[in-house]
Nanobody, 120 residues
Framework: VQLQASGGGLVQPGGSLRLSCAAS????????MGWYRQAPGEQRELVAD???????DYVDAVKGRFTISRDNAKKTVYLQMNSLKPEDTAVYYC???????????????WGQGTQVTVSS
């Protein structure tokens, strides 16, 4: 199983970016799928996640600015980030809690991380 993230970059304050993360491999189900971030000197924190049923949760700092969505058929999760602020600067990691088969336990998988820098 692999998680391939893309979409990071450098953007000015107030700008937008869209992150994507696609899961590949032998996967029975993914629940939830989401994004964490880690700024220099800080702990990794949950930004947003979304369940198989489409229920989403956000850290307070991004509510109203970020939107998470997923395409279950493509095993892909998206994070639309609008009105970006310098404090959003971090490495963003895709996360998936998944089962390889119905009989397997749940496992946590992480993508490779993508840098988001918000600066003028």
């Amino acid at each position: 199983v692999q998680l391939q993230a893309s979409g990071g970059g450098l953007v000015q304050p107030g700008g937008s970016l869209r992150l994507s993360c696609a899961a590949s491999g032998s996967i029975f189900t993914i629940d939830p799928m989401g994004w964490y971030r880690q700024a220099p000197g800080e702990q990794r924190e949950l930004v947003a996640d979304i369940t198989n049923a489409g229920n989403s949760d956000y850290v307070d700092a991004v509510k109203g600015r970020f939107t998470i969505s997923r395409d279950n058929a493509k095993k892909t999760v998206y994070l639309q980030m609008n009105s970006l602020k310098p404090e959003d600067t971090a490495v963003y990691y895709c996360h998936a809690r998944l089962k390889i088969t119905i009989a397997h336990p749940w496992y946590n998988y992480w993508g490779q991380g993508t840098q988001v820098t918000v600066s003028s």
